[in-house]
């Protein structure tokens, strides 16, 4: 795969950069520019080779299921692009950055005429196109048409075949354009890529998964059990586990459904997956003042719901962390919204801080990621993903990306 190290004269070169600039934001205020921020190595690195840079992004949701037009044209105002623009070039002084408003025809067209050497044009929403997420063939021609490299950076959108990041490039391969990855998007698929084929000086390689629903990450665990010799298990999904083993786990959250998948899932896995020994449950999870919450050893008693892992779990799964040389972690070990439930995922932390520079650590995840930025520990992983969804689909899919497999 080629990079942006790799692409050369690019001077007057028209270069279509797929970026994630999908910014947290109400009415034109940006809450966090860390997206921005990231994708700045690549923008400067086109710009320094003299380039005309065209940027595009989605930002939120348009739901064009929608029947009513003016409902729809209030989604797009909520989701204007143009304050990026201007937070864009804050970051960037004595650029010119230029903002197209629409998405399509003979406006955009012009706009990329217009742009100079070392110019940045960024692009309206992707999503103001309702072919965009239903990668429209026409649609993915037009955009290709006016570049003459493509650059995916975007990896918070890599596990997405839109219109964006695999139509695009799909056309200008075969226009015989160069297409290539960006810094970010090298980051991310280096990181997670060693999570997926770990080597030999990688053992023991462990693996730590909670969160919410064993519905949601059974790829996930079907794909780590192939690869790693022990799997930790906390959040929600761990009573799922417990109750097919036969545990009382009072009215903890548990998916009926996958009752029998986690039986077979412990069963296969042959002792390499780990339970909560101990938790943390209350009988009211709404944080009212006269809640009771207690450490329970075992079976949760009737009325009580498991919130957090407890202090004797936390231990042990501390204990299998330090001797491990690669990790992967997906989904917070407890309730880590509510102060009374961040233990577990606070020792979880400790654990990778013990390990910093000895073993290889890696989050993803949408949530584990917040958490692990929320209570201070970013800097003691090697890797954070940037991105939710997509970092869990590497992992569920062998590495495979529908906006990286394209690149190949
Ligand atoms: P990620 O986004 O990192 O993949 P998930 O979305 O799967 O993680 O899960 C995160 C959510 O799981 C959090 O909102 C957290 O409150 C919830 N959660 C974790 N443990 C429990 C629990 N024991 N009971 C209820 N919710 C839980
Ligand atoms: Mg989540």
């Not at 990026?84 to 706009?111: D, I, M, Q, R, S």
């Not at 960024?122 to 290709?144: D, S």
């Not at 509510?338 to 020792?347: L, R």
């Not at 930025?373 to 992992?395: C, N, R, W």
Request: aromatic share 6%.
């Amino acid at each position: 795969m080629l990079t942006v190290d790799n692409l050369k004269d690019l001077k007057g070169k028209k270069v279509y950069v797929r970026v994630d600039f999908n910014v947290p934001q109400k009415n034109g205020v940006i809450r966090d520019n860390n997206r921005i921020v990231a994708a700045l190595p690549t923008i400067k690195k086109l710009l320094e080779g003299d380039s005309r840079l065209i940027l595009m992004s989605h930002l939120g949701k348009i739901k064009w299921k929608e029947p009513d037009p003016a409902k729809i044209e209030e989604m797009k105002k909520a989701n204007d692009m143009a304050p990026v623009a201007k937070a864009l070039a804050e970051l960037l002084p004595g650029v010119n950055v230029h903002f197209c408003p629409v998405t399509h025809g003979e406006e955009l067209k012009k706009a990329v005429e217009e742009l100079k050497d070392g110019e940045i044009l960024l692009v309206q929403n992707t999503r103001y196109e309702k072919g965009e997420e239903k990668n429209n063939e026409e649609l993915a021609k037009e955009w290709a048409s006016l570049a003459d490299v493509y650059v995916m950076d975007a990896f918070g959108s890599a596990h997405r075949a839109h219109a964006s990041t695999v139509g695009v490039p799909t056309a200008m391969k075969a226009e015989g354009k160069p297409v290539a990855l960006g810094y970010l998007m090298l980051k991310e698929v280096e990181n997670l890529s060693r999570c997926v084929e770990p080597s030999e000086k990688d053992r023991p390689y462990v693996a730590v998964l909670g969160g919410f629903k064993v519905s949601d990450k059974i790829k996930v665990i079907d794909s780590l059990l192939k690869k790693c010799d022990k799997i930790l298990i906390g959040g929600a999904m761990a009573y799922t586990f417990k109750k097919a083993l036969g545990e009382n786990v009072g009215s903890s959250p548990v998916e009926d459904d996958q009752l029998d998948y986690a039986k077979k899932c412990y069963e296969e896995a042959k002792g390499r997956l780990l339970l909560p020994i101990d938790s943390v449950v209350t009988n009211h999870f709404d944080e009212t003042p006269d809640r009771d919450i207690k450490t329970v050893t075992g079976d949760i008693p009737d009325g009580y719901e498991g919130c957090d892992i407890g202090p004797k779990t936390a231990e042990m799964y501390k204990n299998e962390l330090k001797k491990a040389h690669l990790v992967f972690w997906n989904g917070p070990m407890g309730v880590f919204e509510q102060k009374d439930f961040q233990a577990g995922t606070i020792a979880i932390c400790e654990a990778i801080r013990a390990i910093k520079g000895e073993a290889f650590t890696v989050c993803g995840g949408g949530d584990s990621a917040s958490a692990v930025k929320q209570f201070g520990y970013k800097d003691d992983f090697s890797h954070v993903s940037t991105g939710g969804g997509a970092s869990l689909e590497m992992i569920e899919n062998d590495g495979h990306l529908p906006g990286v497999d394209v690149l190949r």
